[in-house]
Nanobody, 125 residues
Framework: QVQLVESGGGLVQAGGSLRLSCAAS????????MGWFRQAPGKEREFVAA????????YYADSVKGRFTISRDNAKNTVYLQMNSLKPEDTAVYYC??????????????????WGQGTQVTVSS
């Protein structure tokens, strides 16, 4: 079992930045690939970014490529999502997720085994 706790959400103006953190506990963090997803009101949950076990391979949704960066610190059991040049359309609840097949990148939500509770990000225009 892996427990995930997100933090770092909040209210920011368009063009601003936020860094989300997701702290993991319960199992060997470096065994897991990690992902960030988001869900806006009235919309389905969508993929944002993924990292393999080491952080050496990453993948992004087209909508955030060049603005968001996923990274991880396995010594701290934490994955991060640095979000720059934020837009109002980035407003959503952001979730981190973990899956045991750490070597690969995973972009479908149904591939993930563990989820955090989510953190709200609101971008004002």
């Amino acid at each position: 079992q892996v427990q995930l706790v997100e933090s770092g959400g909040g209210l920011v103006q368009a063009g601003g930045s936020l860094r989300l953190s997701c702290a993991a506990s319960g199992r060997t963090f470096s065994n897991y690939a990690m992902g960030w997803f988001r869900q806006a009101p009235g919309k389905e949950r969508e993929f944002v970014a993924a990292s393999n076990w080491s952080g050496g391979s990453t993948y992004y949704a087209d909508s955030v490529k060049g603005r968001f960066t996923i990274s991880r610190d396995n010594a701290k059991n934490t994955v991060y999502l640095q979000m720059n040049s934020l837009k109002p359309e980035d407003t959503a609840v952001y979730y981190c997720a973990a899956v045991g097949m750490g070597y690969y990148l995973h972009i479908r939500s149904d591939e993930y085994d563990y989820w955090g509770q989510g953190t709200q990000v609101t971008v004002s225009s």
